[in-house]
């Protein structure tokens, strides 16, 4: 499985990357490229997820190997964090200043001229300007998510950081980050957003680097990483009248490796050879005098992807 990126479109790269504390290794070795849009970095708590993400904005030295981040090593180059932006993982806010004080000071480290126009903007950005002038100590952990998401807009970086940016939010403050993200990718910043919950992961990057173990799985479009396994059968779900009948006229042929009657209208169908079972499905479905209802693949989720690399 190969890079989705050519060398000269990667904002953020990694050449043969580790970090190890001690005797435990947290990364091995790790090469990739990040681009413009939103990049998921998939992988189990444990994974390497976040040292590599400290690696690659230059808060962790590398054991070995190297980063190059928007062509420099962010740790010889400190002027290039005028174009970046991390949002940790951990809890990094102070509880006595407003969320207005707390984006605003962002908005002054990082030199701007007006911070109060642009923590405006940044606080209306992620929904909290209804909120501002609250204490960071009295808001939900899903506020405190969107208040340093709000910091980390406020200064408009071409590159950004998320470690678990979703922990602690309800499914509206989800839905609108997500929403977020993705038009952050699709103005052209790169966006790069680590995270264990696979949906979510999917919901918002168009491009996947899955970590297990601390080392390179897998990288690419979800489709290419399924693609990929061509050592196991595609499911897919097909609704119709005589599953039965249907069931037995498919198992007839060469790209169906195997069929699982459901109830009184669905097969779950084991193919093997994607392109020649779209050709099979309508015609045996004539030819049995069956009607299709439905037809919805079931493993093109990053869900069967990861399970599939964690297993493989």
Not at 33 to 59: D, E, I, Q, W, Y
Request: charged residues 25%; contains cysteine.
């Amino acid at each position: 499985m190969s890079d989705v990126f050519s060398p000269s479109d990667r904002t953020v790269e990694a050449r043969n990357l580790s970090r190890w504390f001690g005797q435990k290794v947290a990364v091995s070795e790790v090469s990739c490229g990040f681009g413009p849009g939103v990049t998921g970095l998939l992988g189990p708590n444990g994974a390497g997820k976040t040292t590599l993400l400290r690696m690659l904005t230059g808060l962790v030295r590398p054991s070995d190997g190297l980063v190059r981040l928007l062509g420099v090593d962010p740790r010889t180059r400190p002027s290039i964090y005028g174009k970046v932006a991390m949002v940790p993982e951990d809890e990094k806010v102070h509880g006595f200043l407003t969320a207005t004080q707390f984006v605003r000071f962002n908005a002054t480290l990082q030199g701007m001229e007006d911070p109060r126009s642009a923590s405006e903007a940044a606080l209306e950005q992620v929904g909290l300007s209804d909120v501002a002038h609250r204490h960071l100590a009295t808001f939900s952990k899903g506020m405190r998510q969107r208040a340093k998401v709000a910091a980390m807009l406020v200064h408009d970086p071409q590159v950004l950081f998320l470690d678990e940016p979703l922990n602690g939010t309800d499914p509206v403050q989800r839905a609108h980050l997500i929403r977020l993200f993705v038009e952050l990718g699709e103005q052209g910043k790169t966006v790069i957003v680590s995270s264990h919950v696979l949906g979510e992961v999917e919901r918002m990057a168009d491009r996947v680097i899955a970590m297990i173990d601390g080392r390179l799985a897998g990288a690419g479009t979800v489709s290419a990483l399924r693609s990929a396994m061509s050592d196991i059968p595609r499911r897919v779900r097909v609704g119709c009248d005589r599953p039965r009948t249907f069931a037995a006229a498919l198992l007839e042929h060469g790209s169906v490796g195997g069929v699982t009657v459901e109830g009184e209208d669905v097969l779950h169908v084991d193919v093997l050879d994607a392109v020649e079972f779209g050709r099979l499905l309508p015609r045996v479905a004539v030819d049995s005098d069956v009607r299709i209802v439905s037809v919805e693949p079931q493993d093109e989720s990053l869900e069967s992807t990861f399970r599939y690399l964690v297993g493989g």
